[in-house]
């Protein structure tokens, strides 16, 4: 399995950005998906994540009202859709599928990962 995130970039406070996540290589469908993020000096920590079906997400709390997670299986492409950014935001954004179909907030759930896209946020 291989995913390409993309969409990462600079941005200013209160602007916006969307991530993608292609995947290839397996049956996209099958699966959850999930982004994790890790700022300079930080440990990898969760943000949102979709069940196979799209009905199911979650995230964390200090994202949630601000970011979608969405997916179009159809595209084999989850999205990570980030509004009102701060620059707490900033961190290199991960893309993960895990081979249950069950969203999953724990990183050790997820057995594939991107390789990762910058979102550099300022003030």
């Known amino acids: 399995v291989q995913l390409q995130a993309s969409g990462g970039g600079l941005v200013q406070a209160g602007g916006s950005l969307r991530l993608s996540c292609a995947a290839s290589?397996?049956?996209?469908?099958?699966?959850?998906m999930g982004w994790f993020r890790q700022a300079p000096g930080k440990e990898r920590e969760f943000v949102a994540a979709?069940?196979?079906?799209?009905?199911?997400?979650y995230y964390a709390d200090s994202v949630k009202g601000r970011f979608a997670i969405s997916r179009d299986n159809a595209k084999n492409t989850v999205y990570l859709q980030m509004s009102s950014l701060k620059p707490e935001d900033t961190a290199v954004y991960y893309c993960?599928?895990?081979?249950?179909?069950?969203?999953?907030?724990?990183?050790?759930?997820?057995?594939?990962w991107g390789q990762g896209t910058q979102v550099t946020v300022s003030s």
């Open positions: 290589g397996r049956t996209f469908s099958n699966g959850a």
């Open positions: 979709i069940s196979w079906s799209g009905r199911t997400t």
């Open positions: 993960a599928a895990a081979n249950v179909r069950t969203a999953e907030v724990s990183p050790v759930s997820y057995r594939y």
